[in-house]
């Protein structure tokens, strides 16, 4: 029923359609005959995105129903991509707005507008009453705001990626600029586990689930083939960029104080603490989605070296080759 009116309407809003995973899906939506409608509080910095044919940018600052009803008139299905990772304050206050008002206004909107089709990108481990940190919480209970849309005949898919890697990501290529930086790297959390997982595999899952039946009021954790830590991650990408740098491990306690430091002194909180209390769960799949979707992710080693290959500039890979 639900993938027949996705099939029907296909105009898409694709909230958070301006970011890393969204610039991608929005393209692959645009090329597969959709209608895209992206909406974003800045549309001078996201005029790449117009570049797609059927991709229709519209501004908005509040994203309180109302204005969501006036986004969405005319779109069948709404994909949600809005997260952040940090807040401005220490509250939570910015992360309940981003991530569980949002929920609610959507939800609210799509009951008011018919619209019976909802896909929600989470994160993994995201857990209402489990998450560690006010990111995963409150990307816990925007799962179960957009779940409890089903007594409206809201209709949810919903996925909870490990952590996503790409073109123009900002975790291979925020380490690797780390790394170039400075000779030494200290590492909070070297333990951290994850199942990194390419975008272009993280785009293909949500677009399959919007014309496969079986996906209605799924939820699906997405994993890349490998599960590595957060050192061995760092360790790769030092050598892929073929650098000679110190990586340090730090203990808890001391990584914690570095956060505490990011978080409350460093402008634009590069790392902050409610990361780190993120980084105490695994972010590893219990059930890996990509298998029930039909989908073999690609191995992390090779993908991201391509990755890693095409943003090293041309100088430094002359001298690296020459060994000078
Ligand atoms: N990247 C990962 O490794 C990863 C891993 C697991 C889960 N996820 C989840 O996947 C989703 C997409 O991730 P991403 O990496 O593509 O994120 P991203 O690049 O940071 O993009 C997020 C988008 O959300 C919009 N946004 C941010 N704060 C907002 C707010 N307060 N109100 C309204 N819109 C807001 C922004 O759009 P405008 O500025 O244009 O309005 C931005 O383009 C997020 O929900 C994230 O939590 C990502």
């Not at 692959?28 to 800045?42: C, E, F, K, M, S």
Request: net charge positive; aromatic share 6%.
């Amino acid at each position: 029923m639900l993938s027949r009116r996705a099939n029907l309407d296909s105009r898409i809003c694709v909230l958070g359609g301006t970011g890393f995973i969204g610039q991608r899906l929005c393209h692959r939506l645009a090329q597969a005959g959709y209608d895209i409608l992206v909406p974003t509080r800045n549309p001078a910095r996201d005029r790449p995105l117009l570049a797609s044919p059927g991709v229709q940018l519209r501004i908005y600052n509040q994203v309180d129903t109302k204005s969501l009803v006036r986004l969405m008139q005319q779109c069948g299905t709404v994909i949600n991509l809005v997260g952040i990772l940090n807040e401005r304050g220490h509250s939570g206050k910015g992360f309940e707005r981003a991530h569980v008002a949002l929920a609610e206004s959507l939800i609210e909107a799509c009951a008011e507008l018919g619209i019976r089709r909802v896909v929600q990108v989470s994160a993994l481990k995201a857990s209402a009453e489990r998450g560690p940190s006010h990111y995963l919480r409150t990307k816990g209970q925007a799962e179960q705001i957009i779940a409890a849309g089903r007594q409206h005949g809201i209709h949810h898919t919903i996925f909870q990626p490990s952590v996503v890697y790409g073109p123009h990501d900002s975790f291979l290529n925020r380490f690797g600029k780390l790394l170039q930086l400075s000779p030494l790297l200290p590492l909070p959390k070297p333990t951290a586990r994850f199942a990194p997982v390419h975008v272009d595999d993280v785009v293909n899952a949500i677009t399959r689930a919007l014309t496969d039946e079986k996906a209605i009021d799924q939820t699906y954790e997405l994993c890349g083939p490998d599960t590595l830590t957060l050192q061995q991650i760092v360790t790769f990408i030092r050598d892929t960029l073929g650098l000679k740098r110190l990586i340090i491990p730090l203990p808890d306690s001391v990584g914690f104080a570095q956060a505490f430091v990011c978080d409350y002194l460093v402008p634009g909180k590069p790392f902050s603490l409610d990361n780190f209390r993120s980084l105490t769960v695994a972010s590893v799949c219990s059930k890996n989605g990509f298998a029930r979707l039909g989908i073999k992710p690609r191995e992390f080693r090779a993908a991201a070296h391509q990755i890693l290959d095409a943003r090293e500039p041309q100088l430094t890979r002359i001298r690296r080759i020459s060994g000078r």
